[in-house]
């Protein structure tokens, strides 16, 4: 009960936030619309009362308008109060969904990453525009109005039959208790459905997004990913039809006690009338409780029901409520990080995919993670950045731990350049600032950090420069996955934070470029620590030191030079490029090792 006050006022609140003029209106015109059925009543009561020994239409006028009044009027008051109502309930479901938008947007990478929080986030989304923005109907429109219409009406009932009237009333407890078992049913239903529209918001998903659709379709296998949907939507409606069929045998259940108690009412009325005319108002009166009973009791039922989703949106937003509005930091310098024999197993994994992993760097280094495959290159990162639980071992910054930092600060420290860099489809200027919490970024600085990453050119291409908008699907220009990446980049350098973390910054680049950028990376790097993850050998030279991981676990680490001289897992890796094709790039010394200017 404490749970159904509690979201019944976090709903009608909502909507008076999202739009108060008309929350008010609708309550104000439901209180009016409670009062219909009782005056009904009685105006037919009024009516009978006087056709007893009238003769003319002069003695039935008043009553007759009355009824009249009630009956017009009713319909085109119960027309406008839903339309003012679902203007109401529309703004609320906007303001809802953009408050869930930012309370994502609020979470923390560490948060983000649990399987639970993408199938909650979806399944609030589905309630919000499901069932969630209805509840102020069932609330104001239901459970108000119907209720306050029962107790009218039953008021008006008792001057016909106190009898009556009590088997009326009776009528409501059996939905009140369908509505509470009807409520549990509800609540594990949408528990196994977070997790199946997350699934078919992921499998939908593929079908629009370019890179996946276009592929899929190439590939004339569209058509499987359909089937997966459907075969989604299908575990979707059975898990849906759980709830209507227990809904469906609660109303046949319901609807015989309705029954036998309207036929008891009924006779409670002649009975007390003593078989006279003036019953037929006691029997209106019967119909119109009982039509009021069923509706409070169906919107009781719906309201109790759609209740621990209102409950769980609640709560999932007050949460919000401890977290400040995420803070975009940025730290500029560090002198050293430091991830001590780190050790992280994934969940289900046979074994650890980290094992006493130990990796150092000083401000001004470049330092490279290599390996296969698999080997834990990316692992190694997520738990630099603070973004994989340790089992064990210690990442620090300057000597202090993640713990001792809110995580703000923490990330604040980092850049990163992931390999599923982001392609957001904004334009180039939002795209740039899109990692820096600065305001007034000039266009100098924006062309610099572009001129940085090797996409300055490209933007002069453009007619409109940095207000060019990017992504076809908004009428914008489209462009290649390795200006994507240099854009991703460029994103970095305006950024500009103390370490830098680049897993694989130049995959989808031309080797001509490549060269610049890890010329440039080379040039810039005196006041940062640099990490990257690479996979070409030649980029590796001129590094100040490499940490080969295989199999979880750091075996081997020096410069270039010393880890070729030596037999191991680098020279086995870099044998076949090496052999097969640096050759033919330019000295990479040149390309690393000349650093000479700082920034
Ligand atoms: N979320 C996960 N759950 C379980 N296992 C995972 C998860 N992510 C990675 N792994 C496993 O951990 C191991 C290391 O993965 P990681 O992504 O760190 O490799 P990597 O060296 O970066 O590989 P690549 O060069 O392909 O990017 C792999 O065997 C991978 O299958």
Same mark, same amino acid.
């Given at each position: ?138 609330? &104001? $429109? =239901? +459970?108000?109005?119907?209720?306050? !219409?029962?107790?009218? @009406?039953?008021? #008006? ?122 019953? &037929? $108002? =006691? +029997?209106?009166?019967?119909?119109? !409780?009982?039509?009021? @009973?069923?509706? #409070? ?124 860099? =982001? ?177």
């Amino acid at each position: 009960m404490k749970t159904y006050l509690r979201s019944s006022g976090f709903i009608i609140s909502q909507t008076f936030r999202a739009s108060p003029r008309r929350t008010v209106i609708t309550i104000a015109l439901s209180l009016v619309m409670s009062a219909i059925p009782a005056m009904q009543v009685l105006a037919i009561a009024a009516l009978v009362n006087s056709l007893k020994g009238a003769h003319a239409m002069g003695d039935v006028i008043v009553p007759l308008l009355w009824v009249v009044l009630i009956v017009g009027f009713t319909g085109p008051v119960r027309v406008a109060c839903a339309t003012i109502r679902l203007m109401a309930m529309t703004r609320a479901a906007a303001a809802m969904q953009t408050r869930l938008a930012h309370r994502v947007a609020r979470m923390r990478p560490s948060e983000l990453v649990k399987p639970a929080t993408t199938t909650a986030i979806e399944k609030h989304n589905r309630a919000i525009s499901e069932q969630v923005s209805y509840q102020f109907e069932s609330l &104001v $429109a =239901g +459970v108000l109005e119907q209720t306050l !219409a029962v107790v009218g @009406v039953i008021i #008006a009932l008792f001057a016909f039959s106190k009898l009556a009237g009590l088997l009326v009333l009776l009528a409501l407890v059996p939905t009140m208790v369908s509505a509470k078992i009807l409520g549990g049913v509800q609540t594990r239903m949408w528990e196994s459905l977070g997790t199946l529209f997350g699934r078919e918001r992921y499998l939908r998903d593929l079908l629009v997004r370019e890179k996946t659709a276009t592929e899929l379709s190439g590939l004339g296998t569209g058509e499987r990913v359909a089937d997966m949907v459907r075969s989604t939507w299908t575990d979707v409606v059975a898990a849906r039809d759980k709830l209507s069929k227990a809904v469906l045998g609660m109303d046949w259940a319901i609807g015989a006690i309705t029954t036998v108690l309207l036929v008891g009412a009924m006779g409670a009325v002649v009975v007390d009338m003593h078989y006279g005319p003036a019953a &037929v $108002a =006691g +029997v209106y009166g019967v119909m119109a !409780a009982m039509a009021s @009973v069923g509706g #409070a009791a169906g919107s009781i039922g719906v309201s109790v029901q759609n209740s621990p989703q209102c409950e769980g949106l609640r709560v999932f937003f007050a949460d919000s409520g401890k977290q400040k509005r995420g803070e975009q930091v940025i730290v500029p310098t560090a002198e050293r990080l430091a991830g001590a024999n780190m050790q992280h197993r994934y969940p289900g994994a046979a074994v650890d995919t980290l094992r006493d992993v130990s990796v150092e760097a000083r401000r001004g280094e470049i330092i490279a993670l290599v390996g296969v495959n698999g080997a834990g290159k990316t692992t190694t990162v997520n738990a630099l950045l603070g973004l994989t639980e340790l089992s064990g071992g210690t990442v620090s910054i300057d000597g202090q731990t993640q713990a001792e930092l809110s995580e703000d600060v923490w990330l604040g420290y980092f850049g990163l350049l992931t390999q599923e860099f =982001g392609r957001y489809e904004m334009t180039i200027r939002e795209v740039v600032c899109l990692g820096t919490p600065r305001t007034g970024i000039t266009d100098e600085e924006v062309w610099a950090a572009l001129e940085s990453a090797r996409a300055a050119d490209l933007v002069r291409k453009f007619p409109l420069g940095l207000d060019t908008q990017l992504g076809e699907q908004w009428g914008g220009l489209g462009v290649s996955g390795g200006q994507w990446q240099r854009l991703a980049l460029a994103r970095i350098y305006l950024r500009d934070p103390a370490i830098w973390v680049l897993d694989e910054p130049t995959s989808a680049i031309d080797a001509e470029a490549e060269q610049d950028i890890f010329r440039e990376l080379a040039r810039t790097r005196h006041n940062r620590i640099t990490i990257v993850v690479s996979h070409r050998a030649w980029t590796l030279k001129g590094m100040d030191r490499i940490y080969v991981i295989d199999g979880g676990r750091v075996v081997q680490r020096g410069r270039y030079e010393e880890l070729m001289a030596e037999p191991g897992r680098f020279s086995e890796i870099f044998a076949e490029q090496l052999d097969g094709g640096v050759s033919r790039r330019p000295p990479v010394d040149q390309a690393l090792g000349v650093a000479a200017t700082s920034r």
